[in-house]
């Protein structure tokens, strides 16, 4: 009974407990919720205070922003009408324009109209006049006309070469007398040697003994020598010599001077070789500055840039039909100083440019193109005046003379490589060019023979003369002179001679 009281005590205990618990959690949700509302009030507020500030801010703003717009319009407005204004006072312009053009082509229709009318008339009257003539001659107007042709034609070439014969002869005897004076002058104030080198050079040795050494055990040495040099040493028969060859001189310039100590010291193994050709590569380095400068020197060039000097030193090794071309590069640029001097031309252009008129032999087996441009792009890239530059590259006519320098130093190149002795050609060469001179003379329409002379200097040139008239003759001998001009490379000047001969063969019986 006691436990039951006891059970229903802690039943009721825990009732009153959960209610007391339950009472006290529901007066402390209902505090929260106050205080939450209070605190979502106090936000709304805010937040309305917020917005309205922001739509206050933007409508601040694009009140601004409106009132730019209006301005820009109405300044843009402005704008347009005064283009407007601009554009209408252009359109009567035009419109004033377009009237005077009209009144204008109207005056102009009128006066052709009056033209027309006066050119009917005139020709009218002319065919009138040629019909009355043409009753009193009996004669068409083409047969008039083709007689009259034929008799001005006939009177016109006559005088044509009697006019031509005069002018070419007083030219010539006074461009002769001129230019022998001159040419004479320059000639006798100058006298050069001459020289006969060709592509291989030949080393004397002590004897023959040296031969063995110089090829080495299996020809070590003398592969050694030429892998350092880059030249052909050719070992034959030939007596207590040796032979260097290579188509570059300055090459074989390092090479003799290499094989010309080895022989003296007699020490001949690879690590020496190399050690010589250095010690003769410098020496040669050496000698073409010097020469480069002293041709500057001796003919009075200044300013020219050490690279200009460096290769005009190399055509001290350098030949061309046996003249040494430094020599006549010298040769040329004095030359060319007196002609120009007693021309009244600039001196010391003419000097410079037939000083530098072939420095492009110096590299031209070297780079693309003929010796002219590639020396005269070489030395305009070296700031060398353009008068200059102009006789180097047109002494060969490859490009057009621009100044009287330019054919002076052309005229004392043909001066000094035509001298007598100047120059050789092999025989091979020189029947070519006497065998091309008759070719091309037989090439041309009323020849008969052709014969080459003096030693291809003259060209002689029979020609029919039932083809070929006086006047005829005189054009011929130009054309073929223009046609070696143009297709012939020669020195000095080849004499066309045209012979025109009619004979008359009568019997007296």
Do not use: W
Request: aromatic share 4%; hydrophobic share 35%.
């Amino acid at each position: 009974m006691e436990v039951i009281f006891a059970l229903i005590g802690l039943v009721i205990g825990l009732a009153i407990g959960a209610f007391g618990l339950n009472y006290y959690q529901s007066s402390r949700g209902r505090s929260h919720r106050q205080l939450a509302e209070q605190e979502a009030q106090k936000l709304l507020e805010e937040a309305k205070e917020q917005a309205q500030q922001t739509i206050y801010e933007a409508e601040r703003k694009a009140k601004q922003r409106l009132d730019e717009a209006e301005t820009s319009i109405t300044r843009r407005r402005r704008d347009l009408d005064r283009e407007e204004e601009r554009l209408q006072r252009r359109r009567e312009d035009l419109d004033r324009r377009f009237e005077r053009l009209e009144q204008r082509e109207r005056n102009q229709n009128k006066r052709q109209s009056r033209l027309d009318k006066q050119e009917n008339e005139l020709k009218k009257k002319e065919e009138e006049k040629l019909e009355e003539l043409q009753r009193i001659a009996s004669m068409t107007v083409d047969e008039a006309r083709e007689e009259l042709l034929a008799t001005v034609e006939k009177e016109a070439r006559m005088d044509m070469a009697r006019i031509i014969r005069q002018v070419e002869a007083e030219a010539r005897e006074e461009a002769d007398t001129r230019a022998r004076d001159i040419i004479a002058l320059a000639i006798q104030r100058l006298s050069s040697e001459h020289v006969s080198e060709i592509s291989v050079s030949v080393v004397p040795l002590p004897s023959d003994d040296m031969k063995g050494r110089i090829i080495g055990r299996n020809g070590r040495n003398i592969r050694s020598f030429e892998l350092a040099t880059g030249v052909d040493v050719i070992v034959d028969d030939t007596p207590e010599a040796v032979t260097i060859s290579s188509f570059d001189p300055v090459r074989r310039e390092v090479a003799k001077r290499a094989m010309t100590k080895l022989v003296t010291d007699g020490r001949i193994h690879p690590a020496r070789i190399e050690k010589l050709v250095e010690d003769a590569q410098a020496e040669v380095e050496q000698i073409i500055r010097d020469e480069g400068e002293r041709a500057a020197y001796e003919t009075g060039v200044h300013g020219l840039h050490p690279e200009i000097l460096k290769l005009l030193g190399r055509l001290r090794f350098r030949t061309s039909y046996g003249q040494n071309q430094h020599a006549h590069s010298i040769e040329t640029a004095h030359i060319a100083g007196m002609i120009a001097a007693e021309l009244g031309a600039d001196v010391n252009i003419a000097k410079a440019g037939g000083l530098l008129h072939d420095i492009g032999k110096a590299i031209d087996h070297e780079v693309e193109g003929t010796h002219a441009i590639i020396g005269a792009e070489f030395c305009k890239r070296y700031g060398v005046h353009p008068k200059i530059v102009n006789c180097i590259a047109s002494h060969h006519h490859e490009v057009e003379q621009e100044c009287v320098e330019a054919y002076i130093v052309e005229a004392a190149d043909a001066i000094s490589g035509a001298r007598p002795g100047a120059r050789r050609e092999s025989l091979e060469t020189y029947i070519r060019r006497v065998k091309t001179l008759e070719e091309i003379a037989n090439g041309f329409d009323g020849v008969e023979q052709s014969y080459a002379l003096q030693a291809g200097r003259e060209v002689r040139i029979l020609v029919r003369p039932e083809v070929v008239d006086d006047f005829e003759a005189l054009k011929l001998a130009r054309d073929i002179a223009k046609q070696i001009e143009e297709s012939m490379q020669y020195p000095g000047q080849i004499k066309v001679h045209v012979i025109r001969e009619t004979r008359a063969v009568e019997y007296a019986k």
